[in-house]
């Protein structure tokens, strides 16, 4: 397995976690701010998705 496949996987489980602390987050600041970070974690993982599509490597997307 390379580096970018690894950080794919990685980057898909925190912005999993980050969207279900959104779900609890007691402030709308919070939650906004965590599910920013979502985000960001998600353009990470489609980047190593792209990298490993242009290995040959592409993994089957996770739906969200």
């Known amino acids: 397995m ?3 496949g690894q950080l794919l996987g990685y980057w898909e489980r925190e912005a999993a976690r980050l969207e279900s602390l959104a779900a609890a987050a007691r402030f709308a600041w919070q939650r906004r701010r965590l599910l920013r970070k979502a985000d960001t974690a ?8 792209r990298r490993e599509a242009a290995r040959g490597n592409a993994p089957e997307p996770i739906e969200t």
Do not use: E, F, N
Not at 42 to 49: L, M, P, V, W, Y
């Open 2 to 4: 390379t580096l970018d």
């Open 42 to 49: 998600r353009a990470k993982a489609a980047t190593s998705r």
